[in-house]
């Protein structure tokens, strides 16, 4: 694990702006990144949608239910500001999101047409820009603790300039570019992306940059069949209609290691999207629930042999079990000695005080409430 040390505003390409989101984390907080923000709960609409949209409040009632986290011991996500997102964005893309039409495309959710944007903004992207924040928060604690998941996040259909399928800011190039760009020892990094659908976000974001290496393993099949961004796949493994446990996960290990080997990172993000799973309505693929499990293990076992750390994301997933599939994961990841609560022992502060300390947002933010 590194030691964050913070980049000077001369550095790089651009003075860095203030945010909030690399605020320091206390040692007493797992580095598990959530807020009930990022739950899209508006009238019913969100149901129109395949997507589960509280899919991600789910996972944390699991993980309380096993006395794995508690409301005090993970970290509360903060919303990306305006000035966060145009570390990546162009102020061109993010006015068009102040049109309803162009949410309710990228969302896939029409009616959101109908609606003022006011309520768009409050109802469905303040809790995607709630996740955003979140992910690029556990970039920065990835490296400090040597890995960090945050609970939502992984929309690698986005890119600077466009949204789609549901992702309408670019977390994961977000991430990784505050970290090129304000932690020192951080100049490379590795994209293990292994949601069913390609990352075409991220890897228009990342053609011609030298400094990330990028593995996709998809469907070949389904969207969105992005021809140009697939010219930044460094490893690309494209999956058949139905591909089960046996050959999945035997192409994850071997590519996940190849990926490694070939250049090691200073950190790997990992999408690890759950639409893999069989009988999901987008994804095609028929991977069992402790296949998944297992994927989850394999990528984090390569990192923590190499002594990379990792920041996962969860992405796709859009069937109603998937919540307690990521618990699952998350819980065997614990119990394999991949993940711990290392951070928790020996600190002797009161419940109260961590809850107090690990929720960085404004009054009012601590998990009371899923």
């Given at each position: ?310 920041l996962m994301v969860t992405s796709g997933g859009y069937q109603k079990k998937t919540a307690r ?46």
């Amino acid at each position: 694990m590194k030691n964050m040390s913070h980049k000077d505003d001369s550095e790089g390409k651009r003075s860095s702006h203030h945010t909030e989101l690399y605020a320091s984390v206390p040692r007493t907080c797992l580095p598990i990144v959530y807020h009930p923000d990022y739950n899209i709960t508006f009238m019913g609409l969100e149901k129109l949608h395949p997507f589960d949209a509280g899919k991600w409040g789910k996972v944390i009632c699991f993980l309380k239910e096993e006395h794995f986290i508690n409301d005090g011991n993970i970290v509360g996500a903060l919303e990306a500001t305006e000035e966060d997102l145009l570390v990546v964005h162009t102020k061109h893309y993010l006015n068009r999101l102040k049109w309803s039409l162009v949410v309710a495309t990228i969302t896939e959710i029409p009616p959101l047409l109908f609606l003022p944007n006011f309520l768009v903004q409050r109802k469905v992207l303040k809790p995607l820009r709630t996740q955003t924040g979140g992910t690029i928060m556990a970039g920065k604690l990835a490296v400090e603790r040597g890995w960090a998941i945050n609970v939502g996040g992984g929309f690698h259909h986005c890119s600077s300039d466009r949204g789609g399928g549901f992702c309408a800011y670019a977390d994961i190039t977000l991430a990784i570019k505050f970290l090129f760009e304000r932690v020192e020892g951080i100049s490379r990094a590795t994209i293990i992306d292994l949601d069913a659908h390609q990352g075409n976000g991220h890897e228009r974001d990342f053609m011609d940059d030298r400094r990330v290496f990028i593995m996709d393993m998809y469907n070949r099949y389904i969207y969105p069949g992005d021809g140009y961004a697939k010219r930044a796949i460094k490893r690309k493994v494209e999956l058949d209609w139905g591909t089960e446990d046996s050959e999945y996960l035997q192409k994850v290990e071997l590519h996940s290691e190849g990926a490694l080997n070939e250049v090691r990172p200073d950190i790997i993000v990992y999408n690890a999207g759950t639409d893999i799973l069989d009988g999901d309505p987008l994804g095609g693929l028929s991977i069992s629930p402790q296949g998944i499990v297992k994927r989850d293990e394999i990528v984090f076992r390569a990192a923590r042999r190499r002594g990379i750390p990792i920041l996962m994301v969860t992405s796709g997933g859009y069937q109603k079990k998937t919540a307690r599939i990521i618990a699952d994961s998350i819980l065997n990841l614990h119990q394999q000695g991949l993940i711990g609560a290392e951070a928790l022992e020996g600190e002797g502060s009161s419940s109260l005080v961590t809850s107090m300390m690990c929720s960085s947002g404004p009054a009012g933010s601590t998990f009371t409430a899923v």
